[in-house]
């Protein structure tokens, strides 16, 4: 049995990549507020907020990626 998936052209089309980029911002956008907030005494859960920021960030991040690499966009 031969690679299969290895040799897969992924691929998405421009709209794609711009649907996945401005999702990618926004969750840029909602960890930049989560961030905001860990530092306002009168909420709590600071380290939980800090933690979602985080996650928001990484997800974010690797949608952008992947709109720029296979979503042609930019």
Do not use: C, D, Y
């Not at 926004?26 to 979602?52: D, E, H, N, Y």
């Amino acid at each position: 049995m031969g690679r299969i998936g290895m040799n897969v052209v992924v691929g998405f089309a421009h709209q794609t990549g711009v649907k996945l980029a401005e999702v990618g911002f926004l969750l840029v956008l909602i960890a930049g507020v989560w961030l905001v907030s860990t530092q306002i005494p009168q909420l709590r859960m600071s380290k939980a907020r800090t933690i979602v920021a985080g996650v928001a960030l990484a997800i974010g991040g690797l949608l952008l990626i992947i709109a720029t690499h296979w979503g042609h966009f930019g």
